[in-house]
């Protein structure tokens, strides 16, 4: 069974830094893409931002130039550094990857790790 575990929500004040990491466990052969996505209340979720197996990355416009995203493919982990937080990157994050478990690769996401940005 695949697992992806989130950490590193909190309360934080506005331009406050905050580091999520999420790690995927359990029986899969290999990670394709590794991403963030955010659902604030009343809102759609949305992707933040993604990076492939091969360290290519993919950012919203909203995050661009104040959030960074990492990933090591050795211990299966995928970080997002948030720095100059604003209250409205308020939200639950969750964590996404697309991981292949037999012959194909399928989402798993993690239960989600809230974010609140206070001014």
């Known amino acids: 069974q695949v697992q992806l575990v989130e950490s590193g929500g909190d309360l934080v004040q506005v331009g406050g830094s905050l580091r999520l990491s999420c790690t995927a466990s359990?029986?899969?052969?290999?990670?394709?893409?590794m991403g963030w996505y955010r659902q604030a209340p009343g809102k759609q979720r949305e992707l933040v931002a993604s990076?492939?197996?091969?360290?290519?990355?993919y950012y919203a416009d909203s995050v661009k130039g104040r959030f960074t995203i990492s990933r090591d493919n050795a211990k299966n982990t995928v970080s997002l550094q948030m720095n100059s937080l604003k209250p409205e990157d308020t939200a639950v994050y969750y964590c996404?990857?697309?991981?292949?478990?037999?012959?194909?690769?399928?989402?798993?996401w993690g239960q989600g790790t809230q974010v609140t940005v206070s001014s």
């Open positions: 359990g029986s899969f052969f290999e990670i394709r893409s």
């Open positions: 990076i492939t197996s091969g360290g290519s990355t």
């Open positions: 996404n990857g697309e991981l292949r478990t037999w012959v194909r690769f399928d989402a798993y």
